[in-house]
Nanobody, 124 residues
Framework: QVELVESGGGLVQAGGSLRLSCVACGATFIRYAMGWFRQAPGKEREFVASIEKNGDSTLYADSVKDRFTISRDNAKNTVLLQMNSLKPEDRAIYSC?????????????????WGRGTQVTVTS
């Protein structure tokens, strides 16, 4: 069984930064790409970023490009999301997920395990 546990969420003012972490337990981490998604109240889940299994290739949603950076530490089974220049519209529950193809994707159907998420709130 795979378990994904996120941390690092919180309350921050617009323009501030947060760094989210996701630790994966119970699987060979390096075999899989990882992604971050978010869901704001009353909205559908939205792709944020993904990173392929070796960390050489990343993919970002247009809304976060140039502000967010995804990275991974395969020795620690951890994927990170550095979020800079945060905006009130970034407020959401952020969840990490395992992408089973290994290459990274923006499609939720390509992900088979999900964490419970961590809340990010940005005040104006």
């Amino acid at each position: 069984q795979v378990e994904l546990v996120e941390s690092g969420g919180g309350l921050v003012q617009a323009g501030g930064s947060l760094r989210l972490s996701c630790v994966a337990c119970g699987a060979t981490f390096i075999r899989y790409a990882m992604g971050w998604f978010r869901q704001a109240p009353g909205k559908e889940r939205e792709f944020v970023a993904s990173i392929e299994k070796n960390g050489d290739s990343t993919l970002y949603a247009d809304s976060v490009k140039d502000r967010f950076t995804i990275s991974r530490d395969n020795a620690k089974n951890t994927v990170l999301l550095q979020m800079n220049s945060l905006k009130p519209e970034d407020r959401a529950i952020y969840s990490c997920a395992r992408e089973f193809r290994g290459s990274g994707s923006g499609r939720p159907s390509h992900y088979d395990f999900w964490g419970r998420g961590t809340q990010v709130t940005v005040t104006s």
